[in-house]
């Protein structure tokens, strides 16, 4: 079993960093879209230079990992005099980490080799080329507010949804409410939902479930801004919504609960809507065809 573990390690090439991820401290990272340095303080990452603002714990914890354990598939040069020949005179990454015991770790990534698979590399002395596992990449793509962590959304299947409320500035708003009882969903669709005529359709209704299929689905994308104020709530359409939806559910669990759902204006490529999400401050990015499957009410019309 030692032979296997001897001859494995030699496969994998030389071992860059071996560190305990719990004793990183400090995870700076740069790539084209983010230029973060994160901070442990006990057991939670902090954002240094705006401690108040709300990181991903979950993403800081990968990072972490990801950055504390590398080993490289092999050594490319030892004699490099030209960075720009693997991309590394401008990295697409650049990680640098400290620990506990006050070491500092660096590493930058190149391109991509078609050849071998992996990312060409170098950590403390330029002149060395590794290739490494590209996995890293991924897991360090993350822009400021795709490391805002993001509110949770209740989980709820489409038979643990009481009732919808969608409030639409222009256009026809629409409420519907189970009543299990009369066996039944009462619903009205209008511009004025106080003098819209009441209907009902069955609680099997194939409409009501897409609906609330719709509503359940809800979630968001990456963060905006975390404390909006009033003039971000104007920039981005939120001080006087387009739609506001509201629900009331019972979740997996059986507790009742009420979620709303702001949304304001959508982004420059027609993709997404900035959202409020329940109480919160912050303001996120929701899927446009998302949102639209929960304000489907053309079958009610």
């Known amino acids: 079993q030692r032979a296997k573990e001897e001859e494995a390690k030699e496969k994998s090439g030389p071992v860059l960093f071996d560190v305990d991820a719990d004793n990183v401290t400090e995870l700076h990272y740069k790539n084209s879209g983010a230029d973060l340095r994160l901070v442990r303080e006990g057991k939670k990452w902090k954002l240094k ?8 714990q979950k993403k800081a914890e990968s990072m972490a990992e990801e950055a504390a354990k ?34 500092e770790k660096s590493i930058s990534y190149g391109m991509e080799s078609a050849a071998a698979g992996g990312r060409y590399a170098y950590t403390d002395d330029p002149k060395t080329v590794y290739l490494v596992p590209s996995g890293v990449i991924d897991t360090f793509d993350q822009t400021r507010n795709q490391m805002m962590e993001l509110p949770d959304f209740p989980t709820v299947e489409t038979d643990g949804v009481l009732s919808c409320e969608i409030q639409a500035k222009k256009g026809d708003s629409f409420w519907v409410q189970k009543e299990e009882k009369k066996k039944k969903y009462l619903y009205r669709c209008g511009k004025d939902l106080k003098k819209a005529k009441e209907k009902s359709v069955s609680l099997d ?50 507790k009742e609960g009420t979620f709303s759902v702001s949304a304001g204006n959508l982004d420059d490529l027609e993709k997404n809507y900035y ?27």
């Open 70 to 103: 590398i080993t490289a598939d092999q050594i490319v040069r030892t004699d490099c005099k030209e960075l720009a020949e693997y991309r590394l005179d401008k990295p697409e990454l650049q990680i640098d980490f400290k620990t506990e015991d006050g070491g």
């Open 275 to 301: 959202v409020q999400v329940g109480g919160a401050d912050g303001i996120y990015l929701m899927s446009a065809e998302t949102l639209g499957a929960a304000l489907e009410i053309d079958a009610f019309r």
């Open 205 to 254: 209704s194939a409409e009501v479930q897409d609906l609330f299929e719709g509503v359940t689905s809800l979630d968001v994308s990456e963060g905006v801004c975390y404390q909006a104020s009033e003039k971000d709530k104007e920039q981005y359409g939120l001080d006087r919504p387009g739609y506001i939806l509201k629900f009331q559910y019972t979740d997996d669990s059986g």
């Open 49 to 56: 230079g705006d401690k108040k603002f709300p990181v991903d």
